[in-house]
């Protein structure tokens, strides 16, 4: 979906400062009244209208803490995904799932190694 245009936010708040109700406004402008209300309120905090950025690239947010990632590891072989993530939330201040963990241990050519006791077929 393709975000209104600058002009038509700009158009919205003006009509709202002047005291226009929200109902009013989303069957002017034909949109609904929670974008009439989702403007506003941003005017209100910010001051400004432009929309946010869609797509493109968003860096990691371990991408400054390899050193420290790889540091636990060889202090702690056997050490978990969750209890790094216990780690990156209280040293690092970084709150992340499990996922982007994994994916960040990826990166720097880490794998799981299979416990061999995991391996072995389960009796019924």
Known sequence: MKSY???LRQRIV??????ESVTTLAKRFKV???TVERYW???QDTGKLEGLQRGGYRRAL??????AL????????SITLEQMLVL???QLKVTIKKTALFNR???LGLSFKKNATRRRARSA
């Open 88 to 90: 990156c939330q209280k």
């Open 70 to 77: 790889l540091e636990w590891i060889r202090q702690q072989p």
């Open 5 to 7: 245009s600058l002009d």
């Open 62 to 67: 371990l991408e400054g803490h390899d050193q």
């Open 41 to 43: 309120k941003r005017y």
């Open 14 to 19: 003006e009509a709202r400062q002047e005291g």
């Open 105 to 107: 241990l990826s990166k």
């Open 32 to 34: 609904s009244k929670r």
